[in-house]
């Protein structure tokens, strides 16, 4: 399978499962670096990525930021409810077409899973 992220995210890739209980949230901290001369199309496909991905049922949070040092990193904050969750949305047309998209484009990619301590929102 081509580079992600999701998630995804970059999630983590089938074949960087993320080996955490299925009854839990799953966590995904993705450190990208993308090509300087990919950088505008890249995030054209990531952002349609994350639109897509968190109408999915299961996915609670999708953050696409750019580091305000290094415009050619990008970092992907994922949440989903569970293991299943995670892995549906690896298997969705939009994932599959964000990442053969932007498999070329990627430089560097870190995909830390995390395990939830304490998740602090403020109600909007």
Do not use: W
């Not at 050619?72 to 077409?97: C, M």
Request: glycine share 4%; with cysteine.
């Amino acid at each position: 399978m081509a580079l992600v992220i999701a998630a995804g995210a970059f999630l983590a890739m089938p074949t960087q499962r993320v080996s955490a209980q299925s009854d839990g949230p799953i966590i995904n901290a993705v450190d990208l670096d993308i090509a300087p001369a990919e950088l505008d199309k890249y995030l054209a496909a990531v952002k349609e990525n994350g639109a897509a991905t968190i109408k999915e049922p299961g996915c609670r949070e999708f953050h696409i930021l750019v580091s305000a040092t290094n415009p050619n990193h990008v970092f992907l904050f994922e949440v989903f409810d569970n293991d299943a969750a995670a892995q549906a949305h690896r298997a969705t047309e939009h994932f599959k077409k964000y990442a053969a998209t932007t498999a070329n484009m990627v430089t560097a990619r870190n995909v830390r899973p995390m395990k939830p301590i304490a998740f602090n929102l403020k109600a909007q």
